[in-house]
């Protein structure tokens, strides 16, 4: 099972940019499902970006021209870049890595609040 470990969250204001990083205790590559997800309060886990076998990505409708993901698989890390930061991006941000969306790893969370 691969250990992830995120960082980069903090608060920013309303137009900032934040980069996520997600580094893995082992390698990543070969997984089917690769990507963030985010928990605001009182709100379920909602995907914002991932990156599926074969090369496709997606985006959520909310984040698409503003979020990208990307990832060196040299250095077995998972990043989301984050431009023009709203306040609804405010959530607990959390990495995942497994063989589908129901068998995999989660990173521990790292906090992302964006103030008005």
């Known amino acids: 099972q691969v250990q992830l470990v995120e960082s980069g969250g903090g608060l920013v204001q309303a137009g900032g940019s934040l980069r996520l990083s997600c580094a893995a205790s082992?390698?990543?590559?070969?997984?089917?499902?690769i990507g963030w997800y985010r928990q605001a309060p009182g709100k379920q886990r909602d995907l914002v970006t991932v990156i599926r076998f074969g090369g496709s990505i997606n985006y959520a409708d909310s984040v698409k021209g503003r979020f990208t993901i990307s990832i060196d698989n040299a250095k077995n890390t998972v990043y989301l870049q984050m431009n023009n930061l709203k306040p609804e991006d405010t959530a607990v941000y959390y990495c995942?890595?497994?063989?589908?969306?129901?068998?995999?790893?989660w990173g521990q969370g790292t906090q992302v609040t964006v103030s008005s």
């Open positions: 082992g390698s990543i590559f070969g997984f089917n499902v």
């Open positions: 995942y890595v497994g063989e589908s969306e129901y068998k995999g790893s």
